[in-house]
Structures are given as structure tokens and as C-alpha cells.
């Protein structure tokens, strides 16, 4: 059972443009929503995170939106450059416990010079 | 901010070899580490929870004894792929949680990822 939905599976966009990607989850006592960057062979790198208890959060051009009824969370990236184009993961994380991270399925983003 | 080193970076074995990737955590101590592992443009896939001085917590249909993993102390957790088989070449990740991040991490401990272990197994 995939707790954490992503889509789309990949994403072209024009550079200036604006770069969004969208994640549900099923499990309503995750309470820590992050979003990871990772560009080929490389581990990925913390870009921003959010809790449940704002519905937004703003980091440069990096934005997440969060919808708490509807369970779900999204990252905008504004004026999307060549150098965003990577794999976005979305996550989220239960407080208790090991405290793992439960990933998306990731997000293939090119931006189109 | 918190660096987590892993290494090696890539490595090519023969079946039936065994195979060790470390982590560790530079600049912090972490007295819990992850290993995750991840096949091309697929998502990362818990595999463990190791734990400092303790015994590491493995997901469900993760093989202990094939992939065993030892947390001596609280900036390194080693992860031994014992007698490899060309289906465990895979992408192997680690990641540590360090200090509590205000800015990006709304104030949670972050998760810190290694640069990756690329095995491939002949």
C-alpha cells in the first residue's frame, strides 16, 4: 500500500515557468511533510518541509502548499531554471516510532532552457 | 549544516562476495541512522533502522542476515551486502538525523542523506 501518492511521474517545463508537483497521503498521523531534491547519482538534499499546523511555507522560490482536510501537499517552484531540473521526492513522518521517512514515488523535472 | 559522508561511492563485486558501505555523520552525532535502497527512477524503499549500540530494526521483507548492519558508535553505521547476488545491485543510500533545523525543516530534526553507494554485483 503506497502511503504517499505523487504525480506526476514527470514534469517539462519552460524556464521562468512555474514547476508544480502534487502529493496525497492516507495516514492522518503523519505530521512532518518534506520535499527532497536529488540530481543523478546523488543522495537527496533537504529543499523544504512543512507541518501540519500552517498551510503554507515559503523558502526563495520553493513553496509548499498544504491541505489539511484534503490530505494533501504540493511544491511550487517559481521561475524554474535549468539547474532546478532534477527528481523531487515528497515524504512525510510519523512522530512516533523510528521516525522514518515514507517517500513519493519522485518527480522527473526538466526545465526547458 | 549537518554532512553525511558514505562510502565507497561505487562498487563492483562478484557474485557471492560481500560487500561493506559505511556512513557517517561528520559533524554531529547520530544515535539513529537509515539505510535505504533505490532501483532506477524508482522512489528510495526503507530498508533498516539502525540503531547506536542496539540491534537494527528491519522492514518487512528485508533479509537481516543478508544485509547486515552494525551501529558502533554514534557517527558511524555500516551496512554488509553478504554474499551478493546480482539482483541486490542497487542504489544504497543512508541518512542520519542530525540538529533541528529552523529554516527549511520547520524547526524538525533533519534527515541528511549520504551521496549514495552505486553496487553492482557481477
Known amino acids: 500500500q503506497q502511503q504517499v501518492k505523487q504525480s506526476p511521474q514527470s514534469l517539462i517545463v519552460q524556464k521562468g515557468g512555474i514547476s508544480i508537483i502534487n502529493c496525497a497521503y492516507e495516514n492522518t498521523a503523519f505530521d512532518y511533510f518534506p520535499w527532497y531534491q536529488q540530481f543523478p547519482g546523488k543522495g537527496p538534499a533537504l529543499l523544504i518541509a512543512i507541518r501540519p499546523d500552517v498551510s503554507e511555507k515559503k523558502e526563495g522560490r520553493f513553496t509548499i502548499s498544504f491541505n489539511k482536510s484534503a490530505k494533501q501537499f504540493s511544491l511550487h517552484i517559481m521561475d524554474s531554471q535549468p539547474g532546478d531540473s532534477a527528481t523531487y521526492f515528497c515524504a512525510a513522518r510519523v512522530n512516533t516510532g523510528r521516525r522514518a521517512l515514507t517517500f513519493g514515488s519522485g518527480t522527473r523535472l526538466q526545465v526547458q532552457p | 549544516g549537518a554532512v553525511v559522508s558514505q562510502h565507497p561511492s561505487r562498487v563492483i563485486c562478484k557474485s557471492g562476495t560481500s560487500v561493506k558501505i559505511e556512513c557517517r555523520s561528520l559533524d554531529f552525532q547520530a544515535t539513529t541512522m537509515f539505510w535505504y535502497r533505490q532501483f532506477p527512477k524508482q522512489s528510495l524503499m526503507l530498508m533498516a533502522t539502525s540503531n547506536e549500540g542496539s540491534k537494527a530494526t528491519y522492514e518487512q521483507g528485508v533479509e537481516k542476515d543478508k544485509f547486515l548492519i552494525n551501529h558502533a558508535s554514534l557517527t558511524l553505521s555500516t551496512l554488509t551486502v553478504t554474499s551478493a547476488h546480482p539482483e541486490d545491485s542497487s542504489f544504497y543510500i543512508c541518512?542520519?538525523?542530525?540538529?533541528?533545523?529552523?529554516?527549511?525543516?520547520?524547526?524538525?530534526?533533519?534527515?541528511?542523506f549520504g551521496a549514495g553507494s552505486r553496487l553492482t554485483v557481477l
Open positions: 541518512s542520519a538525523r542530525g540538529p533541528r533545523d529552523r529554516g527549511p525543516s520547520s524547526g524538525a530534526n533533519v534527515l541528511t
